[in-house]
């Protein structure tokens, strides 16, 4: 035989259950605000990207290394464009 559930409990249970809802979004928006600061990060600083993939090497995490360079580019360092000679005279 099962117990009916009190109406209080029923409003804890819900308001658990939105509590839980909310955070999941609020944890979301904020692993999206990282990853869009770190993929910044990685598109500027070629000396954050070597600190990087230092970092993710050394914990064997080279599946995300490879994932991000495939989906994003991330550790291809950028070559620096050569200054034009001047002319002498």
Known sequence: MK?????????????LKKAKLKQKENIKKINLEFTETILNKLKEDDNFKNDLKNLLSK???????????K????FEIKQKEEEPKKEEN
């Open 71 to 74: 989906n994003y580019g991330a």
């Open 59 to 69: 914990y064997s995490l080279n599946n995300s290394i490879d994932l991000l360079n």
């Open 3 to 15: 117990l009916k559930k009190s109406d209080e409990i029923i409003k804890i249970e819900e308001a």
